[in-house]
């Protein structure tokens, strides 16, 4: 086994680790690490077994096998980015919803609270 | 009838006295949208025995109109009429565009300042406007001189769809298509308005170019969308 093979492996590994703790330690939503633990393992494969690389680069027209490795790592970052938007867009709509919901019903319980008063008097 | 005026009102401590004095002419009742404000509109608003409901924080034009008629669907208003907290809008115009709701002749009537009686516009705001009329006509099959327009009457059914469906920024030029592609009648109306009393249009030189962009694509999008809004329950 040569350097570059233990230190890929070794990042890896140690990303794979790294995933499982945050979601461990509550930092990290199973949904969202199941996407990075994939790719780490994803990674491990590879690093492992060169001939995988080899055969899927060759398999579709790539000659230099580690640009394959290039193309699959910019894809998935471009997949989990525009994830990351749909989610933010998601969560901002639902701001917006709570926002405006918080707003009416404070106006609903200051009528109550008038209406009470208005009652005692 | 029931009406509601809604007015959208962000840091307007200043105009929103002028504002609601000079809808004392009108019969419904008042609903002052606070979007966050740091200064004391809403105070000064509840002072003068307007209904005031306020955001925990700035939502931008759009959700604001949109809680005013969440608000008005929620009490069963039959017609909600939107009128700017900055003063440009005049109370004595109102009846003009709540006329054609009113006798069940329309379901959106947009006060225009372009229409022959209307109040003359910036050279930019009025290029904007007619490439927004151009695109309204192609997308929605309607000519409106005045799309950017924020004095507006809303009817029944357009309080119920634009309570659910309405965009943040920027809503004017799209909610003419959303309205208009659900088959609900799109009425423009001449009307006469002021100039600004005091504060700035939320519409800056900078924001003009992303302004066109984003309601250009949203127009578009919108028009991609199905039609069936308004029969969902």
């Excluded at chain 1, 499982?20 to 491990?44: G, N, Q």
């Excluded at chain 2, 017609?79 to 009846?95: E, L, P, S």
Aim: proline share 2%; net charge positive; aromatic share 8%.
């Amino acid at each position: 086994m040569d350097l570059t093979k233990i230190a890929s492996l070794g990042l890896s590994v140690g990303i794979f680790c790294f995933v499982v703790w945050l979601v461990r330690e509550r930092r990290l939503r199973e949904k969202y690490a199941l996407l990075w633990l994939c790719t780490s393992v994803f990674v491990i494969l590879l690093t492992v077994s060169r001939r995988i690389l080899e055969v899927a680069a060759l398999g579709i027209g790539i000659y230099y096998p580690p640009s394959l490795l290039f193309l699959v790592g910019v894809l998935f970052l471009l997949l989990v980015a525009i994830g990351h938007s749909v989610t933010l867009s998601r969560l901002s709509e639902s701001n917006h919803n709570l926002a405006q919901e918080v707003a009416l019903l404070r106006k609903q319980v200051e009528d109550l609270k008038d209406l009470q008063k208005g009652d005692k008097l | 009838m029931r009406i509601l005026a809604i007015i959208p009102a962000y840091n307007e401590a200043r105009n929103i006295t002028a504002v609601i004095e000079d809808l004392k002419c009108f019969s419904g009742d008042i609903l002052v949208v606070n979007d966050g404000s740091t200064d004391d509109t809403a105070a000064v608003a509840k002072g003068l025995g307007a209904e005031v409901v306020s955001h925990p924080f700035n939502l931008g034009i759009g959700g604001t109109v949109q809680t005013g008629l969440r608000y008005a669907y929620e009490h069963g208003y039959d017609m909600a009429i939107q009128f700017d907290g900055d003063g440009q809008h005049r109370g004595d115009q109102i009846f003009k565009i709540v006329e054609l709701v009113q006798r069940g002749e329309a379901d959106l009537v947009i006060g225009s300042r372009t229409l022959p009686g209307g109040y003359k516009m910036g050279i930019t705001r009025f290029i904007g406007s007619r490439i927004f009329h151009c695109l309204i006509r192609c997308l929605a099959g309607k000519a409106i001189h005045d799309p950017t327009s924020g004095f507006r009457c809303y009817g029944k059914q357009t309080i119920r769809l634009f309570s659910r469906f309405y965009t943040d920024d920027y809503p004017e030029v799209e909610s003419i298509i959303t309205a208009a592609r659900n088959g609900l009648r799109v009425v423009e109306v001449p009307v006469l308005m002021r100039g600004r009393l005091s504060g700035h249009s939320s519409i800056t030189r900078r924001k003009s170019a992303y302004y066109m962009l984003k309601v250009t694509l949203a127009m578009v999008v919108d028009a991609m969308r199905g039609r069936d809004l308004v029969g969902e329950s």
